[in-house]
């Protein structure tokens, strides 16, 4: 089993439709979580973390965590054309030493 | 402020040459990292700085070195280049004030693509 797992995608969904991007992970003692977006060709940008469960709401971005079912989701509101890339799930974990891993994330296409 | 900065964009290397990819950072950030990125996957950590002079391996360090002499500059050297280093290398850096770093947002180079033949 992969530590961080992701659906590659590609997710389609209509322009002004609510995109769902989900992320499991493996390991219990994981203490934060990451989405970074990330445009072709580009590096990828933060836009949100969550470390608590429940839900996180920035503008139009929601992160959600659950973390009895190792269960981490971005929710985008009214998506639009611009917000077509690939979304990484990432995992921070420190035991004694720094972890992060990445998944290997979902493409999003938004229909105009 | 430039932000990261990572040189050179692009490069070609034939098996067994070697190359030192840069990176500096103008945030005083004290965390500095290397990730690759294969095609079609997420990245992975290849070496990692919590400070200058020091570091540490990550989750794929074998033909890589690094080492980290000031704040500002995390080079990664490449010694006998290998066609399974072929890839999207990612400089980031980020600040913690200690006690690990939970919560802090890593910001990203622009990449350097390296294709060995």
């Known amino acids: 089993q992969k530590e961080v797992e992701q659906n590659s995608g590609p997710l389609s969904v209509p322009e002004g439709a609510i995109a769902s991007l989900n992320c499991t992970y493996s390991?219990?003692?994981?203490?934060?979580f990451f989405w970074y977006r990330q445009y072709s060709g580009k590096s990828p940008e933060l836009i949100m973390f969550?470390?608590?469960?429940g839900d996180k709401e920035d503008g139009r971005f929601t992160a959600q965590l659950n973390k009895a079912s190792q269960y981490v989701s971005l929710l985008i509101r009214d998506s639009q054309p611009s917000d077509s890339a690939t979304y990484l799930c990432a995992v921070y974990l420190y035991t004694g030493g720094f972890k992060t891993i990445f998944g290997a994330g979902t493409r999003l296409f938004v229909k105009a | 402020n430039a932000g990261v900065t990572q040189t050179p964009k692009f490069r070609i290397l034939k098996i067994g040459q070697s190359m030192t990819l840069q990176c500096t950072q103008d945030m005083n950030h004290n965390y500095m990292y290397w990730y690759r990125q294969d095609p079609g996957m997420g990245l992975k950590l290849i070496y990692y700085?919590?400070?200058?002079?020091?570091?540490d391996k990550g989750e794929v360090p074998n033909g890589y070195n690094v080492s980290r002499s000031t704040t500002e500059d995390f080079p990664l050297r490449l010694e006998l280049a290998a066609p399974s280093q072929t890839s999207v290398y990612f400089c980031?850096?980020?600040?913690?004030?200690?006690?690990?770093?939970?919560?802090?947002?890593?910001?990203f180079g622009p990449g350097t693509r390296l294709t060995v033949l």
């Open positions: 390991d219990r003692g994981s203490q934060s």
């Open positions: 969550i470390y608590s469960n």
């Open positions: 980031a850096s980020s600040y913690s004030s200690g006690g690990g770093h939970s919560y802090n947002e890593q910001f």
């Open positions: 700085s919590v400070g200058a002079g020091i570091t």
